[in-house]
C-alpha cells in the first residue's frame, strides 16, 4: 500500500484521529511510525494510566484549557470557563498557552 492510499483511508479530524494512526503505527502521511517513539509512548501512556485521578470536573477543565487555548482566544475562553461554572484562567494557564501569542 502506498503512502497516498494509507492517507486517503484515514481520516486526520477528530479526538480519535491520533489514537487510530498510533494504534496502526502509521502517521497521517503514511510513513510508518518508529518503533522507539511507539515503544516510548506506549510507556508514558500505561505510566498515566495508573495514575491516581483527582476528579472529573479537575479533568474537563484541564482539557477545556489546554485544547481551547488553540482555538479560542484568552478572555472569550475566559469568560466560557466561569460561565460554565470553573475556575477562570490561571495567571500560570495564560502565560503558557497565551503568552507566545
Do not use: C
Amino acid at each position: 500500500m502506498t503512502a497516498e492510499t494509507n492517507q486517503v483511508n484515514q481520516t486526520t479530524t477528530g479526538a480519535d484521529a491520533i489514537d487510530e494512526a498510533i494504534a496502526r503505527g502509521i502517521d497521517f502521511d503514511g510513513s510508518p511510525i518508529p518503533t522507539a517513539k511507539l515503544d516510548l509512548y506506549t510507556k508514558v501512556m500505561a505510566l498515566e494510566a495508573n495514575r491516581q485521578r483527582s476528579g472529573v470536573s479537575n479533568t474537563m477543565r484541564s482539557r477545556i484549557v489546554r485544547i481551547g487555548a488553540k482555538h479560542i482566544p484568552q478572555t472569550e475562553l475566559d469568560t466560557l470557563l466561569v460561565d460554565a461554572g470553573f475556575a477562570p484562567l490561571k495567571e500560570k494557564e495564560i502565560a503558557f498557552f497565551y503568552g507566545g501569542k
